[in-house]
């Protein structure tokens, strides 16, 4: 595992989105596994930028991580929304190689289909992901063994509370969703994880310093051959 803590969240950010960039360059028809939530919002933008400075994803396959069950792609809140606004809406990924979880079909069948689909896309090149503050990747929460499939999963009271800030109610966050699976993540080639602010530091220092354990999925990533963790300065203050 390799870990960078930079300075500031900006170079973290960009120091991320040079990697995802230059994965691109050597090999442009890349699957990347992408993520949403805050932290990759600035890493979307400064994608666009090297877009806008000659990158091309013309040739990229992608793979979103999650959905919310009960929101239509079309929902502001949706995940699929969020990738349109953030970095689809702004490059040259054509729109049938792009993949998310469906939040309005229903929701077991919506993951088989999902996780059938990985198959056929997969190996994902790149897994991207943000850290839950309570050690989640995807939405694969604490108690997620190491091998769990593409599923349905209940989302924890604190996360339903962390993702509130996107709504404009709490009761609003849907309680569900579909996740790739812990398995399909660790499957994939090579796994960049972004952790940036305060609020993540202690998850971090649980994922790096802690015990291998469901109690913190982002503790599987130890178990990846080829996992680089990115952080800035704030989210790094823990690790020993
Ligand atoms: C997003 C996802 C989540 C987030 C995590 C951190 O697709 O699967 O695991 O990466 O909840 O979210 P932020 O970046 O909002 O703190």
């Known amino acids: 595992l390799k870990l960078n803590v930079h300075?500031?969240?900006?170079?973290?950010?960009?120091?991320?989105?040079?990697?995802?960039?230059?994965?691109v360059a050597i090999r442009p028809n890349a699957v990347l596994g992408l993520a949403t939530g805050g932290t990759m919002e600035p890493l979307y933008t400064r994608l666009?930028?090297?877009?806008?400075?000659?990158?091309?994803?013309?040739?990229?396959?992608?793979?979103?991580?999650?959905?919310?069950?009960?929101?239509?792609?079309?929902?502001?809140?949706?995940?699929?929304?969020?990738?349109q606004r953030h970095f689809f809406d702004h490059v040259?990924?054509?729109?049938?190689?792009?993949?998310?979880?469906?939040?309005?079909?229903?929701?077991?069948?919506?993951?088989?289909?999902?996780?059938?689909?990985?198959?056929?896309?997969?190996?994902?090149?790149?897994?991207?992901l943000g850290i839950g503050a309570n050690g989640h990747i995807g939405f694969n929460e604490p108690g997620t063994p190491v091998n769990a499939p593409t599923r349905v999963v209940d989302l924890?009271?604190?996360?339903?509370?962390?993702?509130?800030?996107?709504?404009?109610a709490e009761e609003q966050v849907p309680s569900q969703a579909v996740t790739m699976g812990t398995a399909a993540i660790l499957a994939a080639r090579s796994v960049l994880a972004l952790a940036t602010g305060p609020a993540k530091a202690e998850s971090l220092a649980a994922a790096l310093d802690g015990a291998i354990s469901p109690d913190c999925p982002a503790s599987y990533l130890r178990l990846h051959p080829s996992c680089t963790i990115i952080a800035d300065r704030t989210a790094g203050a823990r690790l020993g």
């Open 7 to 23: 300075k500031t969240t900006e170079q973290a950010i960009t120091a991320a989105a040079r990697l995802i960039a230059d994965l």
């Open 92 to 128: 040259d990924i054509p729109e049938d190689a792009i993949h998310i979880p469906r939040g309005d079909v229903e929701p077991d069948r919506a993951a088989a289909e999902y996780s059938a689909l990985l198959d056929r896309v997969g190996p994902v090149d790149l897994q991207l």
């Open 48 to 83: 666009v930028e090297f877009h806008r400075a000659g990158l091309s994803f013309r040739r990229v396959r992608t793979v979103n991580l999650d959905e919310y069950v009960g929101l239509a792609p079309d929902h502001p809140n949706s995940y699929h929304s969020y990738m």
């Open 156 to 168: 924890l009271p604190d996360t339903i509370s962390a993702n509130a800030r996107f709504f404009t």
